[in-house]
């Protein structure tokens, strides 16, 4: 499989909508019968849009599922951060760090000694704001516009599966047009500042040495030592094209915050 086909696959499985994709079967499915059929279209469509109306709610709270292919090229399962949740989360680290690990709500094992308090309610607060602020909170936002901008995509493709979809072509054009879409949807709000993609980019690693975009790009195909990189095939094709849509993402997020704070002086400058 070519690095463009497993991104396609990555962006597919990552959300409801693939017209192939069965993903409470955790299937992908060549020929699916139900794409013959008018009902079976219409009825895909509208289950996808409910699906990801559901993951918005899923990620309002505690996070919905999501799925990507393992290293052994089999579907899994997981679920990733919701808002409340993260916001939750953000307060019991604030609070171990405040007692500096006298409250340990998620568990760890106390600290003891002057010194290790100390590292331990540094590692807290660097918890609270990086994984839980940053990544939990801004990330389940992100995922939520996306949730809603997905279900709308899959219900305006009932109007060409009713349609156009009753010929053979007319239905290879439209899964290809919606499907593609999906993944371009999938890649604009992964690129976003707080989305998936920005986050890999703009991931350090101090113990290491390195430093953001190098510390992505240095990376396997495969990495399972942090939860970031998980869920996707990090192949040069992915790395570049998110490295790319990331720091233009940045220069537009600093013209936008340049043009803010021009207009916010004017009124000063005028007599």
Known sequence: MRDLEKYRDDQLLSNPGGDHYYL??????????????FLGRIAKDVSDSFDNVKNFFQDLWGG?????????????ETTRRGLIGSVVDFFKDMGSALTF???????????????????FSVSKVKE?????????????????VEDLVLAGWNLVEVIPDATIGNFEAGRKLTTNIFDNGQV?????????????????VHSPNFKEKSAPVLYNLSLPEHYKGDARW?????????????????LLADIVTLG??????????EPRRRP
């Not at 990090?234 to 490295?243: L, Q, V």
């Open 64 to 76: 919905a599922n999501t799925h990507y292919r393992d290293q052994n090229n089999q579907i899994q």
């Open 128 to 144: 609270a704001i990086f994984g839980d602020l940053i990544q939990g909170v801004t990330g389940s936002v992100n995922h939520m």
């Open 256 to 265: 936008i915050v340049g043009k803010i704070d021009v207009l916010s002086e």
């Open 184 to 200: 371009i949807i999938d890649y604009l709000t992964d690129v976003l500042p707080s989305g998936e993609a920005w986050l890999r």
């Open 101 to 119: 690990g006298m409250w340990r709500p998620d568990g760890e094992t106390a600290p003891q000694g002057v010194g290790e308090r100390l590292v």
């Open 24 to 37: 409470g079967e955790k299937r992908v499915v060549a020929h699916p019968k139900d794409q013959e059929s």
């Open 230 to 246: 998980q869920c996707i095939r990090n192949t040069p094709f992915r790395k570049t094209i998110e490295t790319i849509g990331s």
